[in-house]
Each structure stands twice: as structure tokens, then as C-alpha cells.
């Protein structure tokens, strides 16, 4: 038995209990589960159930419905605190599951669920920090190495793409701000994600206006020198410009310190605390080129004729041009985090509050738990809450992909950001602020952005050692070019040095997967799908078997009708009015699945009077004067009724999972109507996208055999393991990993967390339970199995964008560094300018960047507005 | 001897970077 199950108490809505009769008809159902059945607390007023520790709540679920009460499972109550919670004070961490009254809505599902893996970020994640000075992987390696290096970080993580670092562990909060300024960063703790986001955006628009006021100096310079160099004369030092040389040299001198004074300021850091960066590559290249050019101005006479050649103007220009790609580079990051600017837009800024009978616009911020809030049609939702008046259809599209407005009733849960479309409504503010469940998504999405998949860690690993090398090669280039070059050597050799170490470019190397990381997560988020760690977007792209629980992500996981059989050809809306009519008066399970078939067709209920419900056998009433029944077979068999000729009607419903409902008016059957648990209408697509994408599909139930073989027909499902235990749905995931594939698990309830957990990717149903999303990697807010194909397809691109720009990045560096050394010298008499490295060094880093971007134009196989056509035709 | 001394103070360029960067010892690396 799983943890979940043996430390849990479960809680199960319950359907159709109205006296203590039909607690002890539950208690009766339950007893083959528990050994003493009064431990089992039936609340007949909250229609509520609580399992005592140890019990399987599916199986209960299932034995209660059969009983004839319909029954979901609500929530798990933790009989044994989490660890993380026992010390933990928050909020966030402290709440219980024991207020669950009510069915929570799938997005507070989420909510909770992120609530509580944030609830363990705060016990385990501990601190945000807020990085600036860090530019390239090099940074983000030193940075990492200064975390961990204080006492008690277990764990650090340092993210370039949005400058944030955390740290778990038991670290204070200011010894790890000193262990990253001791590296030479500036660092500062992030107390409110949303206030920090919009000072870095405040920050990331001065610095990008700054970065190009500078580069048009520091360009200008320089492109003016090259000019002036070209069509006066040469850029040779003689005794007639020798004066203007050593100016200009003072001149470029000014512009490098008022234009990249943040290159060699960034640099000595590093370098004081033994690191090096981008930024020690810069302001050494520029560096060396103005000081060999100054020698040749102030001593010309020093070096041989052919080497008085000054290079002011490449220290001038390789500024002016880095400058450009960064500010280049600051304006695509600023794009890829678009999927959660898109989410905090959907924040309303005021709310209409009902305070002592009047109402009033009040800021978001003033709205207290508690508040009664007004929405009209057309107006978005600010707060979480609870409807108390009216009812409407509310656009949840935003928060989780599904397509088709959503019905609201008093006692419903609504969201914030949400878009109300019809009806005006007042509801109860539960959740306000930070709590709602935009904000937790919001939080989720931002933390899955900036956890890095273990392919990123390669590109670490190279570029803790790339700067360094790079400075060796630099040398070792210019030794080469001393001892074998042609004359002038030591121009040749300054220029050979210079552009090594301007060409190499780490700033690609660290941005290529975090960038990707980024847009892939926010893509996933689009379509409904929200990854938790960076890691199962690299593991859901390798997926080669997916296998699906049934009840619940297969199948709707509420009785439906399926088939309706006629005795009398072309009678089946009648058919279906007269069983209405008499099943509009039952509480029974089967008979929502009934009136929910008439409503969606809308068939008017026939006029029934007399209504009798009959234990264990059916129901009936009067019907134009003659008795109308509706129940088993063996009832109406028993009342001398001929059933034979639906036989077979009767046969297939039972192999396809279903009950036969049969109705009969007089001594005449009518038909027989098929209710089971109905296959979702795009189970099959979704399956079908699966296969193409070479997945195979498997299921796991605890069907009997031909049940479980009749649904894998329907639904296109490669292969299943039917009577499998909800605690054994685990060891059928362990088994397949053996087999050699890659699982993806899917399900929605608690007994699939175990199995949820134990796959190499988890798939939780955002329907489905808080367990089940917490054990899950990745979870579908939309109950669609769509969600699944969409997440892979996603995963698959942003890892072919992840390889393509780590590919690109080591080409251009292993391309780059050798053909600025002059290894083409030789054969092609080539060798590099230190401008066109410059140049070439800022187009690398952008070209990485503008390729994650180009993620962000992605269109999974799944077109949502065709589903979302399909599904208003339906 | 100009040679000498260029290849000589490229070698300890090189040495310096090796020691700077991966052997010399430093807080960060002290304190783990």
C-alpha cells in the first residue's frame, strides 16, 4: 500500500444520502475495506465520507457508488505533518486539507497543489536572490560555486535568462548576498517575485537605453577613426600624425572607460576573486589593443616599420559593438518570459467591492478575505472565491487552455483572472493576493523557467573552464605567431591575441538552454500544461510509452449513457423522455447520466405521476395511464416481461462497461438504455496523436478483463492490464521501465500517485486530485488528454532548440577561436580582424537568443479552435 | 635574447593564468 493511502485520511463527496438508512447502506459497503466499520464517518448533512488511514479511496469510491450513492474522492487529510510543515509557520505550509468541504474546481486544485510544492520551497528551496553583474555561463558557475560553498546550502541554482539565484538548504539569507558579492555580483533577496520582476523590467529598459547610447559613442569613434585612417592616409604611426595618434589613443581611452567601463569593472571583480567571465575577455582584448596602440604612438621608433599599427579604433568599435548585441540580447530575453507577462495581465487592478450594502471600486490590493465581490458580464475576475449569487458561464480559457466557457452556480468556485461572460454575479472572496491560484500558477511557471534540465549542465560544466582556456589559447596563438609568423611578428601576435579572446563568446554557451527552457515552459503553460521542473521537458521529449490510468483521464469518470436500443425503430428521443420523466425525481447516479443525456439533447422529460422508487431494482410510475418502468432485467423479468428480443442491445452495453437500463410501458418493452462511464469525446484523437508521434499507449484498470479490452478497442489503445490494484499501478510503471522505455504515467487519482511518481514523467489531470499533481511533473490544467501529445510535442521542440543552440554555440566557438588564432594564415593567407570578432562575438549570442524565440511561434498537431468548434457542435 | 624573453614571459603568462585560475587557493574554494 502506498504512503498516501496508509497515512491519509481520505474524504469522499458522497451523492443521494439522506438518513442514517443510507449511512448504514455505506458503512455496510465499506465493511469489506475496514475492519471496523463506525470508524467510517459518514456526514450526512456535508455529504461527506472520511476513510479512516489505510483505506484505498478509489475502491471505496467504487463500492459506495455501487451502493447506489455516488461518490468522488474530495481531498487526503495528512494524519502525519509533513516534515518540511512540522517547523514551518507559513501559511502557505500550514494549510491543511481539512477546510475541503466543497469539490474543489480544477484550477483551486492547482492552486493547492502549487501552493503546497511552494509550501516545500520555502522549507527546501529557501531563498530567492536577485543577481546583477552576471553575463555569461562563466557567471553562472562561480555564482553557483559561491552558494554552495556557504555553510548549509545543500543545493544552488543560478538562472542567466531572468538573473535570479536560489539556494536551499539552511543558509541565512545574508551570508549567501556576501558569498555572492565576495564573487564579485551584486546580489539582493527577493521578498515579492512580482515587485522584483517589475524592478529587473524597469532596470532591463534603463540598462537597454543606456547600452545604446553607447554603443552609438563608442561606434561612432571608431567607425570615424577607421574612416579618417582610410582616406588620410594609413592607420601607421608616423612622425608627422604621431601627435594626433597619441590624441586619439587619450580620446579612445575616455570613450572605453565613459562607454565599457562595466566590461573592466566586471572584470577586475572576477578576477580579484580568481574568476573570469565574457567580461575579462572584453576588456583584455580591448585591453591589449589599446595599450600595444599606444606603445606604437608614444614609441614608434621602439617597434620595426611594419609594425607601427595602431588598433584605437578596433577597441572602440569591439565595445560599441558588444554594447549592441547586449542590448539586443536584453530585448529578445524580455520576449521569451512573455507567457507569464501574459498571465500577470490578466491581474484585474480594481475590484467592485459590496462593503455595508454599498458598492465600491476599491484596488486589488484593499480586497480582504471575506469581501463580496460584484462581476459583470464582460469583466474579469480579481480575486479566488466562492459564487453566492446568481449564476453565469465563466472564460477559464486563460488559466487552463480549455477552450469552452464553464457554468457557474452559487456555491461554485471561481478564479481570479478569469473572464465572466454572461450572467452578473456576487461572490465570497476566498483567496486574495498572492493566494489566489493565478498567482501560484504564476509562481510555478516562473520557478519550472528557471530549472535547468540536466543537458544544460554539460554547457556549464565547459564554460567553468572556458574563459581561462581561452586566455591560454590566446597566448599560446601569439607565442606561435612570435616564433613562426611572418613580419611584423608582434602586430601579427597582438592581433592574433586580441581577436582569440574577443571571438570567444561563453555568453552563447550559458544562454542556450535557459533561454529554451524559458519559452518551452511558457509554451506548455499556453496549452495547458504546466511543467514543474526543467528536467521532465528534457525526459517528456524522450517518451516512448505512455500509459494511461482509465477512470477519470480515458474516460469522463461519471456515468454517461452510451447506447440507447430501441424495440421500435426511430423511438429513442421518446424513449429517452419517458425515462427522464421518471428519472427526474431519483437522486440515483444513473439517473444524473439520464437527464444529463436529455438536457444535452434537449428532450422535454415526459409527464410522470406517481413516482415510486423500488430498492435494487429500478424506479416507476404512471405514464398515460399505464405503468412505466425503468430497472434491471431481472425486476421486470420478475414482473413477467418479455426482454429477450434486447438481448443482444443488453449484451453489448455490459461489454462495453455499461448498465442496462431497460424501459417498459405496460406489458410492452420499450428499449434498453447503456450508462457507463463514458470515454472522453477526444481520448481517441489524443491517443491517435500519441501513435503518430511513435508512442505506444498502454492502460492500466481494475476492470475485468473484456471490459478493459472492449475500451482499449474504442479508444485505440495499444495494450492494457486489466485487475490491476491501485497500489500495483506502480509496479506496472517499474516493470516497463525495465523493459527498456521511457514511461510517461497519467492519471488523476490518488491511487495513481505512487505510479505518477515512480514514471519518468508524471502526468497529473488538473481534474483529478491535489496528490496526484503534487507526485506529478507535469500537470494538465485541462482535463483533455490532448494535454499529453501537446507537452511531448513541446518537449520534443524545445530540446531540438536546446541542441541546435548548444551546436551552434560550440561550433562557433571551436570554428571561431582557431581561425582567429590565424590556423587559415597558412593555406589562405586569412586572419581575422579584431572587428569582425567583435562583431561576430555579439551575433552569436543573439543568434542563440533569437532561435529560443522562435520556439515561441510553435504550433503543437492539436488545433485548439477546430476542438473548440468540435466542441460547441457537440 | 628578445625572443628569450618573449617566449619566456608568454610561458609565465601561461603558468600565472593556470595558477590564478585553478590552483591558487581562494575563499570559495577554502570554505568548501
Known amino acids: 500500500m502506498d504512503s498516501t493511502t496508509a497515512n491519509t485520511k481520505n474524504r469522499l463527496s458522497i451523492a443521494g444520502a439522506t438518513c442514517q438508512g443510507c449511512a448504514r447502506k455505506i458503512r455496510v459497503a465499506l465493511e469489506p475495506l475496514v475492519d471496523d466499520s463506525a470508524a467510517v464517518d459518514v456526514n450526512i448533512e456535508q455529504k461527506t465520507v472520511t476513510l479512516p488511514p489505510g483505506i484505498d479511496p478509489t475502491d471505496a469510491a467504487r463500492r459506495i457508488t455501487e451502493a447506489g450513492f455516488p461518490a468522488q474522492i474530495l481531498s487526503a487529510e495528512p494524519t502525519v505533518a509533513k516534515s518540511c510543515c512540522a517547523s514551518n509557520t507559513t501559511p502557505s505550509c500550514s494549510s491543511g486539507k481539512g477546510d475541503a468541504d466543497e469539490a474543489e474546481a480544477p484550477v483551486q486544485k492547482l492552486a493547492s497543489a502549487a501552493s503546497n510544492s511552494n509550501a516545500n520551497n520555502d522549507c527546501n528551496d529557501g531563498i530567492q536572490l536577485a543577481v546583477t553583474g552576471a553575463t555569461c555561463a562563466s557567471c553562472v558557475s562561480t555564482i553557483e560555486k559561491a552558494l554552495k560553498s556557504v555553510s548549509g546550502v545543500t543545493h544552488a541554482h543560478m538562472n542567466l535568462a531572468d538573473n535570479t539565484a536560489s539556494a536551499s538548504g539552511q543558509a541565512d539569507a545574508q551570508a549567501l548576498i556576501s558569498a555572492i558579492e565576495s564573487a564579485g555580483y551584486g546580489a539582493s533577496v527577493i521578498d515579492d517575485p512580482d515587485a522584483a520582476d517589475e524592478r529587473r523590467q524597469q532596470q532591463d529598459r534603463k540598462r537597454y537605453r543606456s547600452l545604446l547610447v553607447k554603443m552609438a559613442v563608442s561606434l561612432s569613434l571608431g567607425l570615424g577613426m577607421m574612416i579618417w585612417g582610410m582616406g588620410f592616409g594609413s592607420m601607421t604611426v608616423d612622425p608627422g600624425n604621431q601627435t594626433t595618434w597619441i590624441n586619439l589613443g587619450i580620446l579612445t581611452l575616455g570613450v572605453m572607460i565613459a562607454t565599457g567601463s562595466h566590461f573592466f569593472t566586471s572584470a577586475w571583480k572576477a578576477f580579484v576573486h580568481h574568476n573570469a567571465n565574457m567580461d575579462t575577455l572584453v576588456a583584455l582584448g580591448t585591453g591589449t589593443a589599446w595599450i600595444y596602440s599606444m606603445v606604437v604612438a608614444v614609441f614608434p621608433e621602439a617597434l620595426p616599420e611594419m609594425a607601427r599599427h595602431v588598433y584605437f579604433e578596433a577597441s572602440a568599435m569591439i565595445i560599441g559593438l558588444i554594447n549592441l548585441g547586449q542590448a539586443l540580447e536584453l530585448r529578445a530575453k524580455g520576449k521569451t518570459s512573455e507567457a507569464v507577462r501574459r498571465l500577470l495581465d490578466l491581474r484585474a487592478k480594481t475590484a467592485r467591492v459590496i462593503r455595508d450594502g454599498q458598492e465600491q471600486d476599491l484596488p486589488i490590493e484593499q480586497v480582504r478575505k471575506g469581501d463580496q465581490i460584484r462581476v459583470r458580464p464582460g469583466e474579469q475576475l480579481p480575486v479566488d472565491g466562492v459564487v453566492r449569487e446568481g449564476n453565469t458561464r465563466i472564460d477559464e480559457s486563460m488559466l487552463t487552455g480549455e477552450p469552452m ?421 597558412p593555406v589562405w593567407g586569412i586572419l581575422l580582424s579584431p572587428i569582425i570578432a567583435g562583431a561576430a562575438m555579439s551575433m552569436s549570442s543573439v543568434t542563440v537568443v533569437t532561435n529560443a524565440n522562435r520556439l515561441r511561434l510553435f504550433k503543437t498537431s492539436h488545433n485548439v479552435d477546430n476542438f473548440a468548434k468540435q466542441e460547441q457542435n457537440q | 635574447m628578445t625572443s628569450f624573453l618573449v617566449n619566456l614571459t608568454g610561458l609565465a603568462l601561461m603558468a600565472a593564468v593556470v595558477w590564478w585560475f585553478w590552483l591558487a587557493p581562494t575563499d570559495t574554494k577554502t570554505k568548501r
Not at chain 1, 538552454?513 to 509554451?523: C, D, L, N
Not at chain 1, 428519472?583 to 447520466?593: G, I, N, R, T
Open chain 1, 405 to 825: 466557457p464553464v457554468s457557474k452556480a452559487e456555491g461554485d468556485e471561481v478564479s481570479a483572472g478569469t473572464l465572466n461572460t454572461r450572467g452578473s454575479i456576487v461572490y465570497e472572496a476566498t483567496r486574495v493576493g498572492s493566494d489566489t491560484a493565478l498567482a501560484q500558477i504564476i509562481r510555478l511557471v516562473k520557478k519550472a523557467q528557471g530549472s535547468k534540465p540536466s543537458i544544460g549542465r554539460l554547457a556549464d560544466k565547459i564554460s567553468s573552464v572556458f574563459v581561462p582556456s581561452v586566455m591560454l589559447i590566446a597566448i599560446v596563438a601569439a607565442l606561435a605567431w612570435y616564433n613562426l609568423g611572418p613580419d611584423p611578428v608582434i602586430a601579427h601576435m597582438m592581433v592574433a591575441a586580441t581577436t582569440v579572446l574577443i571571438i570567444a563568446c561563453p555568453c552563447a554557451l550559458g544562454l542556450a538552454t535557459p533561454m529554451s527552457v524559458m519559452v518551452g515552459v511558457g509554451k506548455a503553460a499556453e496549452y495547458g500544461a504546466l511543467i514543474r521542473q526543467g528536467e521532465a521537458l528534457q525526459t517528456a521529449g524522450k517518451i516512448n510509452l505512455v500509459i494511461l490510468d482509465k477512470t477519470g483521464t480515458i474516460t469522463a469518470g461519471k456515468p454517461a449513457v452510451t447506447q440507447v436500443h430501441v424495440v421500435v425503430e426511430g423511438d429513442e428521443s421518446h424513449l429517452l423522455a419517458l425515462a427522464a420523466g421518471l428519472e427526474q425525481h431519483s437522486e440515483h447516479p444513473l439517473a444524473y447520466a439520464i437527464m444529463e443525456k436529455v438536457r444535452q439533447d434537449t428532450i422535454q422529460p415526459a409527464d410522470i405521476t406517481g413516482f415510486d422508487s423500488l430498492n435494487g431494482k429500478g424506479v416507476a410510475g404512471e405514464y398515460n395511464g399505464d405503468t412505466l418502468r425503468l430497472g434491471n432485467r431481472r425486476w421486470l423479468e420478475d414482473e413477467g416481461l418479455n426482454v429477450t428480443p434486447l438481448d443482444q442491445a443488453a449484451q453489448s452495453i455490459t461489454d462495453n462497461a455499461g448498465t442496462p437500463l431497460f424501459v417498459a410501458l405496460g406489458t410492452r418493452v420499450l428499449g434498453v438504455i447503456g450508462v457507463a462511464d463514458a470515454i472522453k469525446s477526444d481520448s481517441r484523437a489524443a491517443i491517435e496523436r500519441l501513435h503518430q508521434a511513435g508512442i505506444k499507449v498502454m492502460m492500466v484498470t481494475g476492470d475485468v478483463d473484456a471490459t478493459a479490452k472492449a475500451i482499449c478497442a474504442s479508444a485505440g489503445i495499444d495494450d492494457y492490464r486489466a485487475e490491476v490494484l491501485p497500489e500495483d499501478k506502480a509496479d506496472v510503471v517499474n516493470d516497463m521501465r525495465k523493459k527498456g522505455y521511457t514511461v510517461a504515467m497519467v492519471g488523476d487519482g490518488i491511487n495513481d500517485a505512487p505510479a505518477l511518481a515512480a514514471a519518468d514523467v508524471g502526468f497529473a489531470i488538473g481534474t483529478g486530485t491535489d496528490v496526484a499533481i503534487e507526485s506529478a511533473a507535469i500537470t494538465l490544467m485541462r482535463g483533455s488528454l490532448h494535454g499529453v501529445p501537446d507537452a511531448i510535442e513541446i518537449s520534443r521542440a524545445t530540446v531540438k532548440n536546446i541542441h541546435q543552440n548548444l551546436f551552434g554555440a560550440f561550433i562557433y566557438n571551436s570554428l571561431g577561436i582557431p581561425i582567429a588564432a590565424g590556423l587559415l594564415y
